[in-house]
C-alpha cells in the first residue's frame, strides 16, 4: 500500500497535514477518514491502509493539529488521558470547516476519480455527520458510535448526503436516547441507514482496544462498503 503525509487546506486557508493512503490501482473514489480522540494513530492509519485495499484513495486529517499537530496517542491511560484533554479542547466549528477543507484537498488529488464519502469513529463520527451536512462534495457519510450525535441534529437541516449509523447496544456512552434522537430526525428519510450490534459495546470497530467485537466490526465493514458502492457509484 503506498501512503504518505499531505498538506490539507482548511476552509479558512490554513494548511494542516492529513495522511493518505491509496489503491492499489492507484486511483478510485474518495474517503476522508476521521480519528478518533488518539489522533491519526497506528490504528487509524491501519483503517486507511484497509480502505485504501478496498479501492478508495483515503486522506485521514490531523483534527487536532491546531494544538498540537500529528497527536499519536497509545491506548494505555496516559494516552487516553492525553486524548481526552485533546478531545475537550477542540474548536469544533472550527475542526468542521478543517475537514470540509480536507473533502476539497482530497477531491482536487489527481488519483481521485470519483465521488467523496465520510467516515468517522466517535468524536469522528460526529465530525463525519458535521462535514457531510456542511459539505456539498460529500456524497455520503458513515458514521460509527458517533459521541454526542444528539448535541448536532439541528444541521440535519443542512443534510443532503445520505447517512449511514452504526452503534453498539452495550454503549453506556451512548445510550438509547443519543441513538433514538437520530432516529426520531433522520429515520423518515429513506437514505438514512442506522444499525445497532446489540452485543456490541463503544469502539467495537477498534482492535487495539478490548472492546473489539471481530463480528460487529465485519457486519459494518460489509454494510459500509454496500453503502458507498451504491452511493459513490
Known amino acids: 500500500m ?3 503525509w499531505i498538506d490539507i487546506t ?3 486557508g490554513e494548511t494542516y497535514g492529513g495522511y493518505l493512503s491509496l489503491p492499489p490501482t492507484g486511483k478510485g473514489p474518495g474517503l476522508v477518514l476521521i480519528q478518533e480522540i488518539w489522533g491519526v494513530n497506528d ?3 491501519k483503517v486507511a491502509d484497509q480502505y485504501a485495499a478496498d479501492g478508495f484513495v483515503v486522506l485521514a486529517p490531523d483534527v487536532f493539529w491546531r494544538q498540537s499537530p500529528r497527536v499519536d496517542l ?3 491511560e496516559a494516552g487516553t488521558k492525553q486524548a481526552f484533554a485533546f478531545m475537550q479542547g477542540l474548536d469544533q466549528p472550527a475542526a468542521v470547516k478543517d475537514l470540509v477543507g ?8 489527481p488519483e481521485v476519480t470519483g465521488k467523496i464519502a465520510t467516515v468517522g469513529y466517535c468524536m469522528g463520527g460526529r465530525l463525519s455527520f458535521l462535514t457531510a451536512a456542511h459539505s456539498a462534495d460529500v456524497a455520503a457519510g458513515v458514521c460509527y ?5 444528539n448535541t448536532v441534529m439541528g444541521d440535519a437541516a443542512q443534510l443532503k448526503a445520505p447517512v449511514q449509523f452504526h452503534f453498539g447496544g452495550l454503549d453506556t456512552h451512548i445510550g438509547k436516547d443519543v441513538r433514538q434522537s437520530v432516529i426520531d430526525t433522520l429515520g423518515d ?15 467495537f470497530n477498534c482492535w487495539g482496544r478490548p472492546m473489539y467485537n471481530q463480528n460487529a466490526a465485519l457486519l459494518a465493514h460489509g454494510r459500509v462498503l454496500e453503502f458507498l458502492a451504491e452511493h459513490l457509484a
Open 2 to 4: 503506498t501512503s504518505r
Open 10 to 12: 482548511s476552509s479558512t
Open 43 to 45: 490504528h487509524i492509519r
Open 74 to 76: 497509545n491506548y494505555d
Open 102 to 109: 480536507a473533502v476539497s484537498t482530497l477531491k482536487a488529488q
Open 145 to 149: 458510535y458517533p459521541g454526542a450525535i
Open 189 to 203: 428519510r429513506e437514505d438514512t441507514e442506522v444499525y445497532i450490534y446489540e452485543q456490541a459495546d463503544h469502539g
